[in-house]
């Protein structure tokens, strides 16, 4: 593969063309305190009749250390339309989903004091509130016909209605005892502690004022998490076309919810009515994502390896008429991370992970053919819309914004400048994607980010980025946690590589770091360094510092005992430190079963191979240890244990602990603080 320099300024030119062009505008490097002032674009949902797409923006409220969410509208039919503000509120307002005739927006707010259903007539008007339920709603979807909502509440599975929900939430404030007993696995999931409330579906009548009555659940006694806890949304449960039915995503929460990742979906009246049908109980891996054709077909999501969440997600259809379900683009070696319907509804659309990017592709219903659509940057989000699908699409340069890709070819159209003012005033990205020979003779990918300020003829530190997952990827990619913008602000040469076990590149690249952690992801992180070291001189080799999180932090402790002589520092964030207490003290032990071969019990041999703990004799590396104190993947005395092998053994060291902060860093002030120190160990390190 040919080096390809990424022009990665298209965003910020399309956007603010006059000021990102003219030469008299002093443009200064990007900051921490610019990525935690950014607007943050999401949701695009375009109107039934493709006329019209809502999203919600993210402002920051840095005196109040949160941010905070409103709405927004796009008319499609006038180009170079501005977006219109449709909410005010201080609360925050997202999830936008258009009722049928496009006369109303429904949206959930916490305008009065929990989450709720509320509706915005767009003719005019302020927002109705649609539910006022004792429960927080916490996703919704609405029916084709406009009748009835299906939508999601913690609540308590033995509970018949909402009264005793009620009842049922308020006995722990009345309860002086603060003592938590369990019976089974899940203890503690993500960063919350197991309340004995699980999230369950209904559905809700709506009456001729658009006020919502009693809900009713559509679970007929299955006990799971609809949508899927931490990260499910309404993308996992759908209505048929003419309304009579919903399907859903859902894995039981029984003993085994612990270590499985069998996903089904299920089909119910959306009345709730009768029985729910498994339709997909013959597979015991993964099934979601649950999209109707217009015909009444059914396409889905579905892994084949049951407990490998990393698994190649293929599409299934199930024919309306004949009931055959066939796997589509059966050869098309990509795992697909949203599906849904073309406008018309006659096909599907899908992205996808390609080989550095996050592309678009439209997939063929009947001969199941794929064409790549778009393939530049990082599509986070679509929506079909009359002439083109709407995108939101971002860049190592700038964070989502709204494009319309016309339906006919040509350019991107431009909807949204959430951060026009800022982004143009800062300088842009150089980037350049490039590739060389790495483990077993594979071809690796990985990007080189010049400093901002470049000087031809210079040389600069290199800031080394391993990415997490490890079944996941940095690429031509906007992130708020993790953002190369911010250290090539700073004055790095920023290096990161797509090594075996990224997606984008087939699933035997992303099979290859199973129960393979330390072996060839580190000889890519090692032949990629060397690789970009010959091929760009304003790299100094000499002043180099490695930086991880989640696996990302385990290759940071992987690299102190088995790198040990490369790096002037390195950099730990919520990073595994010994395998064998990560494995009796994570919550989602599916993962770490299949990543090292099965239980430590049955398998302890596969899970030491790789223990950072086993290599401490031979760190010597300056180390700045960050854990969040909420983070139950990863739990802090894994980063607790890693500072005092660190402290005992003389290197110099520092620990940042974020007690209100889980896997991620996410309210501002923190993100600030964890920013500041990073760059200030760099500084202290490489200069």
Known sequence: MRNVTVTLTLLLLATTPALAQDPS????????RDLVALNRLSDPEVSADGLQVAYVLRRTDLAANRGRSDLFVVDLTHPGAAPRQLTTDAANDSNPRWSPDGRYLYFLSTRSGSSQVWRLPMSGGEPQQVTRYPLDVNALRLSPDGTRLALSLDSYPECADMACNAARAAQPAANAASGRLYSQLFVRHWD????????????????????????????????????????????????????????????????????????????????????????????????TQPVFLADGSLAWLAMSRAGFEADRFRIMLRDARTGVTRVLAKDWDYSVSHLAASSDGRNLL????????????????????????????????FAPARGGIVLALASLDAPSELFLLPARGGALQALS??????????????????????????????????PQGYVPGQRYPIALLIHGGPQSAFGNAWSFRWNPKTFAGAGYAVLFIDFHGTPGYGQAFTDSISRDWGGKPLVDLQLGLAAALARYEFLDGNRACALGASYGGFMINWIAGNW??????????DGIFDTRSMYYSTEELWFTEWENGGTYFDHPAAHEQFNPAAHVNQWRTPMLVIHGEKDFRVPDTQGLATFTALQRRGIESRLLVFPDENHWVLKPANSLQWYDTVLDWLQVHLH
């Open 25 to 32: 505008v002093a443009r200064t490097p990007f900051t921490a």
């Open 417 to 450: 400048a959430v951060n026009q003012t800022l982004l143009a005033a800062r300088l842009p990205i150089e980037a350049e994607q490039f590739s060389f020979t790495g483990a077993d003779n594979a071809q690796v990918s990985g990007y080189v980010v010049k």
């Open 192 to 287: 919350r502690w197991e309340d004995g409330t699980l999230a369950q579906l209904y559905t809700a009548k709506l009456d001729a004022q658009g006020v919502a009555g009693e809900p009713v659940s559509l679970m007929h006694k299955l006990r799971a998490n609809v949508p899927s806890r931490p990260d499910g949304g309404d993308e996992e449960f759908t209505f048929s076309p003419d309304s009579q039915r919903v399907v859903y995503a859902a894995r039981t929460a029984d003993r085994t919810e612990a270590w499985s990742t069998n996903y089904d979906l299920y089909d119910v009246a959306a009345d709730g009515s009768g029985t729910a049908r498994n339709l997909t109980a013959d597979n015991p891996a993964w099934d």
């Open 564 to 573: 040990s002589d490369r790096f002037r520092c390195l950099v730990n964030h």
């Open 350 to 381: 899908a992205t996808a992970d390609d080989h550095g990017q996050v592309s678009l592709f439209a997939i063929e219903s009947r001969s199941g053919s794929v064409t790549r659509l778009h393939g530049q940057g990082q599509i986070t989000a």
